[in-house]
């Protein structure tokens, strides 16, 4: 599969979707910047930085200052495939950060989302 279509779309494109499919469930655009910083290590204002330099996925999970040490408990199906099994380790990340908003917009706790 060649993802560098994807590696190279840029996240500030791709943040409103996440905002729009928790929102139609009842959710919130705090809940998902909540998720991108447990997940990144990101901070307000260097999220910010990148949502307007249009940062590419890649360049963005680049520069994320330390993926959470609990990503390995991500775990499921998202788009068919295992997250836990992709080779990828871009895509991995990718992937993990779908299915936590898959989650949220499922209506999970936050707790449960963010494996404390």
């Known amino acids: 599969m060649n993802n ?3 590696f190279k779309m840029s ?6 979707l996440y905002i729009k499919k928790v929102e139609r469930k009842g ?7 909540e998720i991108i910083f447990w997940l990144t290590g990101y901070d307000q204002q260097q999220f910010q930085q990148h949502l307007d330099n249009k940062t590419d ?9 330390q993926m959470n040490p609990n990503v390995s408990k991500i775990t499921g199906l998202i788009c068919g ?12 990340k990718i992937r993990y950060l779908d299915k936590l908003i898959d989650e949220l917009a499922k209506g999970k706790k936050m707790e449960k989302i963010l494996r404390k």
């Open 81 to 92: 495939y295992r997250v836990e099994e992709i080779e990828d380790k871009l895509m991995q």
């Open 27 to 33: 959710r919130t655009a705090a809940e998902v910047d």
């Open 4 to 6: 560098t279509k994807i």
């Open 57 to 65: 996925f890649e360049t963005f999970f680049a520069d994320a200052p």
């Open 11 to 16: 996240f500030a494109s791709v943040y409103p």
